[in-house]
Protein backbone atom coordinates (compact mmCIF):
# COMPACT_ATOMS: atom_id res chain seq x y z
CA UNK A 1 0.00 0.00 0.00
CA UNK A 2 1.37 3.70 -1.15
CA UNK A 3 1.93 6.46 1.50
CA UNK A 4 0.12 9.45 0.20
CA UNK A 5 2.30 11.61 -1.93
CA UNK A 6 1.58 14.76 -0.10
CA UNK A 7 4.20 13.43 2.50
CA UNK A 8 6.45 14.66 -0.54
CA UNK A 9 6.87 18.98 -0.73
CA UNK A 10 5.96 20.64 -3.77
CA UNK A 11 9.94 20.24 -4.81
CA UNK A 12 8.89 16.92 -6.10
CA UNK A 13 7.21 15.56 -9.43
CA UNK A 14 3.04 15.89 -8.17
CA UNK A 15 3.49 12.58 -9.37
CA UNK A 16 5.82 11.20 -7.06
CA UNK A 17 4.84 8.59 -4.57
CA UNK A 18 6.59 6.75 -1.20
CA UNK A 19 5.59 3.49 -1.32
CA UNK A 20 6.37 2.09 2.22
CA UNK A 21 9.86 4.20 2.61
CA UNK A 22 10.70 3.96 -1.38
CA UNK A 23 10.80 6.77 -3.87
CA UNK A 24 8.96 6.22 -6.78
CA UNK A 25 8.96 8.49 -9.57
CA UNK A 26 6.31 8.32 -12.84
CA UNK A 27 5.18 4.51 -11.35
CA UNK A 28 8.82 3.30 -11.23
CA UNK A 29 10.80 2.98 -7.74
CA UNK A 30 14.01 5.33 -7.95
CA UNK A 31 16.41 2.99 -6.68
CA UNK A 32 15.55 0.57 -10.05
CA UNK A 33 15.78 3.94 -12.20
CA UNK A 34 19.35 4.02 -10.91
CA UNK A 35 20.17 0.11 -11.10
CA UNK A 36 18.74 -0.01 -14.51
CA UNK A 37 20.64 3.68 -16.02
CA UNK A 38 23.38 4.52 -13.42
CA UNK A 39 24.36 7.64 -11.81
CA UNK A 40 23.79 10.45 -12.10
CA UNK A 41 20.67 10.61 -13.88
CA UNK A 42 18.55 13.14 -14.67
CA UNK A 43 15.07 11.58 -14.63
CA UNK A 44 11.74 13.76 -16.01
CA UNK A 45 8.26 12.93 -15.31
CA UNK A 46 6.56 12.92 -18.62
CA UNK A 47 2.98 13.40 -17.41
CA UNK A 48 4.24 16.62 -14.92
CA UNK A 49 5.98 17.82 -18.31
CA UNK A 50 2.95 17.75 -20.13
CA UNK A 51 0.63 18.96 -17.76
CA UNK A 52 2.02 22.15 -16.57
CA UNK A 53 2.45 22.91 -20.58
CA UNK A 54 -1.29 22.35 -20.82
CA UNK A 55 -1.79 24.28 -17.80
CA UNK A 56 -0.15 27.02 -19.05
CA UNK A 57 -2.29 27.20 -22.26
CA UNK A 58 -5.41 26.60 -20.07
CA UNK A 59 -4.24 29.82 -17.85
CA UNK A 60 -3.98 32.53 -20.57
CA UNK A 61 -6.35 30.87 -22.79
CA UNK A 62 -9.32 33.63 -21.72
CA UNK A 63 -6.86 36.21 -23.75
CA UNK A 64 -9.24 37.25 -26.84
CA UNK A 65 -6.48 38.13 -29.24
CA UNK A 66 -3.80 35.98 -30.13
CA UNK A 67 -1.62 34.10 -27.97
CA UNK A 68 1.35 32.01 -27.95
CA UNK A 69 3.35 30.23 -25.37
CA UNK A 70 6.98 29.66 -26.04
CA UNK A 71 8.75 27.35 -24.09
CA UNK A 72 12.63 29.49 -23.19
CA UNK A 73 14.16 25.79 -24.37
CA UNK A 74 17.19 27.41 -22.19
CA UNK A 75 16.25 26.25 -19.66
CA UNK A 76 16.23 22.49 -20.81
CA UNK A 77 17.26 21.99 -24.20
CA UNK A 78 16.81 18.28 -25.05
CA UNK A 79 15.10 17.19 -28.21
CA UNK A 80 12.59 15.29 -26.30
CA UNK A 81 11.71 17.87 -23.51
CA UNK A 82 10.72 20.46 -26.51
CA UNK A 83 9.60 17.81 -28.82
CA UNK A 84 6.49 17.12 -25.66
CA UNK A 85 6.16 20.33 -25.08
CA UNK A 86 5.19 21.11 -28.24
CA UNK A 87 3.17 18.35 -28.37
CA UNK A 88 1.11 20.16 -25.78
CA UNK A 89 0.85 23.35 -28.19
CA UNK A 90 3.67 25.45 -27.27
CA UNK A 91 6.38 26.97 -29.44
CA UNK A 92 9.92 27.72 -28.23
CA UNK A 93 12.09 30.79 -27.67
CA UNK A 94 15.90 30.42 -28.28
CA UNK A 95 18.82 32.58 -27.77
CA UNK A 96 21.13 30.61 -30.33
CA UNK A 97 21.81 29.07 -33.27
CA UNK A 98 22.59 25.45 -31.41
CA UNK A 99 19.09 26.08 -29.77
CA UNK A 100 17.13 26.89 -32.72
CA UNK A 101 18.25 23.40 -33.95
CA UNK A 102 17.20 21.51 -31.40
CA UNK A 103 13.63 23.49 -31.59
CA UNK A 104 13.44 22.83 -35.34
CA UNK A 105 14.68 18.81 -35.07
CA UNK A 106 11.99 18.57 -32.34
CA UNK A 107 9.58 19.43 -35.28
CA UNK A 108 8.33 22.64 -33.65
CA UNK A 109 6.79 25.44 -36.40
CA UNK A 110 9.62 27.90 -37.03
CA UNK A 111 5.92 29.97 -37.07
CA UNK A 112 6.36 29.60 -33.19
CA UNK A 113 9.79 30.04 -32.57
CA UNK A 114 11.42 33.34 -31.46
CA UNK A 115 15.20 33.94 -31.38
CA UNK A 116 16.93 36.11 -28.37
CA UNK A 117 19.76 36.70 -27.18
CA UNK A 118 21.88 39.91 -26.35
CA UNK A 119 24.65 39.22 -28.10
CA UNK A 120 23.86 36.78 -30.87
CA UNK A 121 26.55 36.23 -33.20
CA UNK A 122 26.38 36.48 -37.06
CA UNK A 123 25.99 32.76 -37.18
CA UNK A 124 22.74 32.88 -34.64
CA UNK A 125 20.60 35.80 -37.01
CA UNK A 126 21.68 34.11 -40.35
CA UNK A 127 20.01 30.50 -39.28
CA UNK A 128 17.25 32.61 -37.36
CA UNK A 129 16.23 34.20 -41.21
CA UNK A 130 16.89 30.77 -43.07
CA UNK A 131 14.80 29.11 -40.88
CA UNK A 132 11.75 31.53 -41.12
CA UNK A 133 11.19 31.81 -37.61
CA UNK A 134 8.54 33.91 -36.31
CA UNK A 135 10.13 37.00 -34.68
CA UNK A 136 13.93 37.98 -34.06
CA UNK A 137 14.24 40.40 -31.25
CA UNK A 138 16.75 43.38 -31.38
CA UNK A 139 18.54 44.02 -28.07
CA UNK A 140 21.12 46.49 -29.63
CA UNK A 141 21.33 48.73 -32.19
CA UNK A 142 24.05 46.86 -34.20
CA UNK A 143 21.71 43.83 -34.76
CA UNK A 144 19.91 46.26 -36.82
CA UNK A 145 22.03 46.86 -39.41
CA UNK A 146 23.29 43.83 -39.35
CA UNK A 147 19.67 41.29 -39.16
CA UNK A 148 18.51 43.68 -42.38
CA UNK A 149 21.81 42.89 -44.50
CA UNK A 150 20.89 39.28 -43.90
CA UNK A 151 17.39 39.48 -44.61
CA UNK A 152 18.19 41.66 -47.68
CA UNK A 153 20.59 38.69 -48.94
CA UNK A 154 17.92 36.20 -48.48
CA UNK A 155 14.97 38.05 -50.26
CA UNK A 156 13.09 38.34 -46.84
CA UNK A 157 11.37 40.67 -44.96
CA UNK A 158 12.13 39.49 -41.14
CA UNK A 159 9.45 40.42 -38.21
CA UNK A 160 11.39 42.12 -35.42
CA UNK A 161 10.53 42.57 -32.05
CA UNK A 162 12.52 45.10 -29.93
CA UNK A 163 13.39 44.25 -26.07
CA UNK A 164 13.16 46.94 -23.32
CA UNK A 165 14.63 47.36 -20.24
CA UNK A 166 12.03 48.72 -17.93
CA UNK A 167 13.63 49.12 -15.08
CA UNK A 168 11.62 46.83 -12.92
CA UNK A 169 14.28 44.68 -10.71
CA UNK A 170 12.36 41.76 -8.88
CA UNK A 171 13.48 40.23 -5.91
CA UNK A 172 15.79 37.28 -7.26
CA UNK A 173 19.87 36.35 -7.63
CA UNK A 174 21.68 39.42 -8.90
CA UNK A 175 23.08 36.70 -11.35
CA UNK A 176 19.16 36.10 -12.91
CA UNK A 177 17.60 39.45 -12.76
CA UNK A 178 17.51 41.23 -16.26
CA UNK A 179 15.07 43.88 -15.99
CA UNK A 180 16.96 46.47 -13.93
CA UNK A 181 18.19 49.90 -15.76
CA UNK A 182 21.91 48.30 -15.91
CA UNK A 183 21.03 45.45 -17.38
CA UNK A 184 23.15 43.60 -20.21
CA UNK A 185 19.65 42.96 -22.01
CA UNK A 186 17.74 45.48 -23.75
CA UNK A 187 17.25 49.13 -24.56
CA UNK A 188 15.87 51.85 -22.26
CA UNK A 189 12.48 52.49 -23.69
CA UNK A 190 14.04 56.24 -24.70
CA UNK A 191 16.07 54.15 -26.98
CA UNK A 192 13.75 51.64 -27.68
CA UNK A 193 12.10 54.28 -29.42
CA UNK A 194 14.62 54.98 -31.66
CA UNK A 195 15.57 51.55 -32.83
CA UNK A 196 11.95 51.11 -34.20
CA UNK A 197 12.72 54.84 -35.61
CA UNK A 198 15.17 53.13 -37.40
CA UNK A 199 13.88 49.56 -38.15
CA UNK A 200 10.94 51.80 -40.07
CA UNK A 201 13.43 53.02 -42.35
CA UNK A 202 14.73 49.69 -43.72
CA UNK A 203 12.87 47.89 -46.41
CA UNK A 204 13.96 44.13 -45.22
CA UNK A 205 13.06 44.98 -41.31
CA UNK A 206 9.21 44.95 -39.72
CA UNK A 207 9.01 46.56 -35.98
CA UNK A 208 5.96 44.15 -34.99
CA UNK A 209 6.26 44.90 -31.01
CA UNK A 210 8.06 44.75 -27.91
CA UNK A 211 9.64 42.17 -25.69
CA UNK A 212 10.65 42.57 -21.80
CA UNK A 213 12.01 39.78 -19.56
CA UNK A 214 12.84 41.13 -15.82
CA UNK A 215 14.35 38.25 -14.41
CA UNK A 216 14.04 34.22 -13.52
CA UNK A 217 12.74 32.84 -9.96
CA UNK A 218 10.28 35.79 -8.85
CA UNK A 219 7.73 35.27 -6.44
CA UNK A 220 6.12 39.11 -6.20
CA UNK A 221 3.60 39.53 -9.03
CA UNK A 222 4.11 42.88 -8.60
CA UNK A 223 6.84 43.16 -9.92
CA UNK A 224 5.13 41.96 -13.02
CA UNK A 225 2.72 44.07 -13.23
CA UNK A 226 4.75 47.00 -13.04
CA UNK A 227 7.43 45.94 -15.75
CA UNK A 228 3.79 45.61 -18.20
CA UNK A 229 2.29 48.66 -17.50
CA UNK A 230 5.78 50.56 -18.10
CA UNK A 231 6.48 48.20 -21.20
CA UNK A 232 3.62 49.11 -23.03
CA UNK A 233 3.91 53.12 -22.38
CA UNK A 234 6.93 52.39 -24.40
CA UNK A 235 4.68 53.12 -27.68
CA UNK A 236 2.06 51.15 -29.98
CA UNK A 237 2.33 47.92 -31.38
CA UNK A 238 0.67 44.84 -32.77
CA UNK A 239 2.72 42.25 -30.45
CA UNK A 240 3.96 42.33 -26.73
CA UNK A 241 5.66 39.94 -25.31
CA UNK A 242 6.17 39.51 -21.67
CA UNK A 243 8.37 37.07 -21.32
CA UNK A 244 8.37 34.34 -18.42
CA UNK A 245 10.24 34.33 -14.91
CA UNK A 246 7.46 32.59 -12.45
CA UNK A 247 9.31 31.09 -10.11
CA UNK A 248 9.01 27.45 -8.13
CA UNK A 249 9.37 25.64 -5.19
CA UNK A 250 12.79 24.35 -4.75
CA UNK A 251 11.81 23.21 -1.02
CA UNK A 252 9.52 22.65 1.98
CA UNK A 253 8.47 26.47 3.07
CA UNK A 254 8.51 27.79 -0.31
CA UNK A 255 5.35 29.42 -1.86
CA UNK A 256 5.47 30.89 -5.32
CA UNK A 257 2.52 32.34 -6.90
CA UNK A 258 -0.14 30.06 -8.64
CA UNK A 259 -0.17 29.96 -12.34
CA UNK A 260 -3.48 31.24 -12.33
CA UNK A 261 -2.56 33.93 -10.14
CA UNK A 262 0.47 35.10 -12.50
CA UNK A 263 -1.73 34.86 -15.37
CA UNK A 264 -4.36 37.03 -13.74
CA UNK A 265 -1.92 39.47 -13.08
CA UNK A 266 -0.46 39.17 -16.61
CA UNK A 267 -3.78 39.65 -18.73
CA UNK A 268 -5.20 42.61 -16.46
CA UNK A 269 -1.87 45.09 -17.00
CA UNK A 270 -1.99 43.45 -20.92
CA UNK A 271 -5.81 44.48 -21.36
CA UNK A 272 -5.69 47.73 -19.27
CA UNK A 273 -3.14 49.07 -21.16
CA UNK A 274 -2.51 47.63 -24.56
CA UNK A 275 -5.85 45.99 -25.13
CA UNK A 276 -7.33 43.21 -25.48
CA UNK A 277 -6.75 42.30 -28.80
CA UNK A 278 -2.48 42.36 -29.19
CA UNK A 279 -0.78 39.38 -30.13
CA UNK A 280 0.83 37.88 -26.63
CA UNK A 281 3.90 36.25 -26.48
CA UNK A 282 4.70 34.38 -22.96
CA UNK A 283 8.06 32.82 -21.90
CA UNK A 284 7.58 30.28 -19.10
CA UNK A 285 10.80 28.10 -18.94
CA UNK A 286 11.84 26.85 -15.43
CA UNK A 287 7.50 27.11 -14.07
CA UNK A 288 7.10 24.34 -16.91
CA UNK A 289 10.28 21.76 -16.33
CA UNK A 290 11.89 22.11 -13.06
CA UNK A 291 9.06 20.29 -10.93
CA UNK A 292 9.04 17.13 -13.53
CA UNK A 293 12.97 16.76 -13.24
CA UNK A 294 14.96 14.51 -9.94
CA UNK A 295 18.31 13.76 -10.67
CA UNK A 296 19.37 10.26 -8.47
CA UNK A 297 23.03 9.78 -7.49
CA UNK A 298 25.24 7.04 -5.08
CA UNK A 299 26.58 7.88 -2.21
CA UNK A 300 30.39 7.36 -2.70
CA UNK A 301 31.86 8.53 0.54
CA UNK A 302 30.83 9.19 4.32
CA UNK A 303 33.21 11.21 6.33
CA UNK A 304 33.53 13.59 9.58
CA UNK A 305 35.83 16.13 10.37
CA UNK A 306 34.11 19.76 11.46
CA UNK A 307 31.19 18.86 9.44
CA UNK A 308 29.74 15.25 8.10
CA UNK A 309 30.49 15.22 4.14
CA UNK A 310 28.21 12.87 1.67
CA UNK A 311 29.95 12.81 -1.45
CA UNK A 312 28.05 11.47 -4.48
CA UNK A 313 28.82 10.61 -7.71
CA UNK A 314 27.94 14.08 -9.26
CA UNK A 315 28.24 17.56 -8.54
CA UNK A 316 28.56 20.58 -9.87
CA UNK A 317 29.23 18.73 -13.66
CA UNK A 318 25.38 18.10 -13.85
CA UNK A 319 23.92 20.82 -11.44
CA UNK A 320 25.73 23.99 -11.55
CA UNK A 321 23.12 26.23 -9.96
CA UNK A 322 24.31 26.03 -6.13
CA UNK A 323 28.02 27.01 -6.86
CA UNK A 324 26.86 29.57 -9.99
CA UNK A 325 24.32 31.48 -7.70
CA UNK A 326 23.74 29.46 -4.13
CA UNK A 327 21.00 27.65 -5.20
CA UNK A 328 19.05 25.51 -2.50
CA UNK A 329 18.18 22.01 -3.45
CA UNK A 330 16.22 19.09 -1.30
CA UNK A 331 17.93 15.74 -0.80
CA UNK A 332 16.69 12.29 0.10
CA UNK A 333 17.56 8.66 0.45
CA UNK A 334 15.16 7.07 -1.77
CA UNK A 335 14.84 4.01 -0.03
CA UNK A 336 14.59 5.78 3.68
CA UNK A 337 11.85 8.63 2.35
CA UNK A 338 9.99 8.12 5.55
CA UNK A 339 11.92 6.81 8.16
CA UNK A 340 10.81 5.45 11.95
CA UNK A 341 9.94 7.76 14.09
CA UNK A 342 12.85 8.20 16.60
CA UNK A 343 15.71 7.33 13.97
CA UNK A 344 18.80 9.65 14.16
CA UNK A 345 18.96 12.51 11.38
CA UNK A 346 22.65 13.16 10.10
CA UNK A 347 22.44 17.02 9.38
CA UNK A 348 25.29 16.59 5.93
CA UNK A 349 26.59 18.41 3.44
CA UNK A 350 25.97 16.77 0.32
CA UNK A 351 29.25 16.90 -1.77
CA UNK A 352 30.35 16.44 -5.36
CA UNK A 353 33.11 14.50 -6.61
CA UNK A 354 35.07 17.93 -8.23
CA UNK A 355 38.11 19.20 -7.41
CA UNK A 356 36.62 22.68 -6.01
CA UNK A 357 35.90 23.51 -2.49
CA UNK A 358 33.15 25.11 -3.72
CA UNK A 359 31.37 21.94 -5.16
CA UNK A 360 28.83 21.21 -2.51
CA UNK A 361 25.26 20.23 -4.23
CA UNK A 362 23.36 21.10 -0.52
CA UNK A 363 25.28 22.96 2.39
CA UNK A 364 23.04 21.41 5.47
CA UNK A 365 20.40 18.66 4.96
CA UNK A 366 19.20 16.04 7.63
CA UNK A 367 19.49 12.22 5.95
CA UNK A 368 19.02 9.18 8.00
CA UNK A 369 21.98 7.35 8.19
CA UNK A 370 23.88 7.60 4.95
CA UNK A 371 26.45 5.21 4.24
CA UNK A 372 28.49 4.32 0.92
CA UNK A 373 25.93 2.87 -1.70
CA UNK A 374 22.77 5.05 -0.66
CA UNK A 375 21.02 6.74 -3.61
CA UNK A 376 19.80 9.93 -2.81
CA UNK A 377 17.56 11.44 -4.84
CA UNK A 378 17.15 15.86 -5.35
CA UNK A 379 14.17 17.39 -6.87
CA UNK A 380 13.30 20.16 -8.88
CA UNK A 381 16.16 19.49 -11.09
CA UNK A 382 14.39 19.87 -14.91
CA UNK A 383 15.43 23.29 -15.14
CA UNK A 384 19.43 25.03 -15.95
CA UNK A 385 20.85 21.52 -14.87
CA UNK A 386 21.23 19.58 -18.50
CA UNK A 387 21.51 22.80 -20.35
CA UNK A 388 24.55 24.03 -17.79
CA UNK A 389 25.97 20.31 -17.69
CA UNK A 390 29.87 20.35 -18.62
CA UNK A 391 32.69 17.53 -18.10
CA UNK A 392 34.55 19.02 -15.44
CA UNK A 393 37.12 16.71 -14.25
CA UNK A 394 36.93 14.60 -17.25
CA UNK A 395 33.49 13.64 -16.17
CA UNK A 396 31.17 12.10 -19.16
CA UNK A 397 27.99 13.83 -19.03
CA UNK A 398 24.77 12.36 -17.55
CA UNK A 399 21.73 10.70 -19.39
CA UNK A 400 17.74 11.64 -19.12
CA UNK A 401 15.22 9.16 -18.48
CA UNK A 402 11.24 9.90 -18.99
CA UNK A 403 9.63 8.15 -16.72
CA UNK A 404 5.21 7.79 -16.77
CA UNK A 405 2.77 5.58 -15.94
CA UNK A 406 4.94 2.82 -14.61
CA UNK A 407 7.67 3.16 -17.77
CA UNK A 408 11.18 4.22 -18.46
CA UNK A 409 13.02 5.16 -21.50
CA UNK A 410 16.35 7.24 -22.32
CA UNK A 411 15.65 10.05 -24.44
CA UNK A 412 19.71 11.17 -23.91
CA UNK A 413 22.05 8.51 -23.52
CA UNK A 414 24.84 8.99 -21.23
CA UNK A 415 28.40 10.32 -22.46
CA UNK A 416 31.16 7.58 -22.64
CA UNK A 417 34.73 8.56 -21.58
CA UNK A 418 36.18 8.07 -25.65
CA UNK A 419 33.78 10.80 -26.65
CA UNK A 420 35.59 13.19 -24.30
CA UNK A 421 38.31 13.10 -26.80
CA UNK A 422 35.79 12.73 -29.94
CA UNK A 423 36.97 16.47 -31.36
CA UNK A 424 40.18 16.51 -30.39
CA UNK A 425 42.52 16.60 -33.92
CA UNK A 426 45.54 15.50 -32.20
Request: hydrophobic fraction near 45%.
Amino acid sequence: MSDVALQLSAAWPAGATVDQGNLVLGGVPAAELASQYGTPAYIVDEPELRARAREYKAAFSSHPGRLQVMFASKAFPCTAVVRALGEEGLGADVASAGELFIALKAGIDPADILVHGNGKALRDLQAAVASDVAFVVIDNPDEIDRLAGIAIAEGVVQDVLVRVTPDVRGVTHDKISTGQADSKFGFSPEAARRARERIDELSSLAFRGWHAHIGSQLFELEAFDRAIRLLAETGPCEVLDVGGGLGVAYGAGQEPPSLQAYAETVLKAVHETVGPDVHLIVEPGRSVVARSGVTLYTVTSVKTNVSTWVAVDGGMADNLRPMLYQADYEAAIVDRMLPEPGTPLTTSRLAGLHCESGDVLIDAVDLPAPVAGDIVATPTTGAYTFSMANTYNGTPRAPVVFVGDGESRVVVRRETIEELGARDVE
